[in-house]
């Protein structure tokens, strides 16, 4: 399994932009599919993206598709989300999550190791 840490998140104000990060440990990195999850206040989790093992392939929920990109470096075992225009609707506290297998179901109970999670508030 996968140990995971989040950090990068804070307050912004509507239009702007964060990046959050993801630290991983543990030898096998590369062999995880990782995602990011957020959840506001009263809500469940929802799916933000994913990407595959070598970063070939992504998929982003339609809420976030052109503003929120995911990258990440396999040598470093880092994750990113780079978000943009961000909005005040995008306030939650933000997860990396990691799992073995890839689909584009997006649904959390298929990721197997979580990070504590970072906190992103949007003020308008």
């Known amino acids: 399994q996968v140990q995971l840490v989040e950090s990068g998140g804070g307050l912004v104000q509507a239009g702007g932009s964060l990046r959050l990060s993801c630290a991983a440990s543990g030898r096998t990195f590369s062999s995880y599919v990782m995602g990011w999850f957020r959840q506001a206040p009263g809500k469940e989790r929802e799916f933000v993206g994913a990407m595959s093992w070598n970063g070939g392939s992504t998929y982003y929920a339609d809420s976030v598709k052109g503003r929120f990109t995911i990258s990440r470096d396999n040598a470093d075992k880092m994750v990113y989300l780079q978000m943009n225009s961000l909005k005040p609707e995008d306030t939650a506290v933000y997860y990396c999550?990691?799992?073995?297998?890839?689909?584009?179901?997006?649904?959390?109970?298929?990721?197997?190791?979580w990070g504590q999670g970072t906190q992103v508030t949007v003020s308008s």
């Open positions: 999550a990691a799992r073995t297998d890839w689909d584009t179901k997006g649904d959390p109970a298929d990721f197997g190791s």
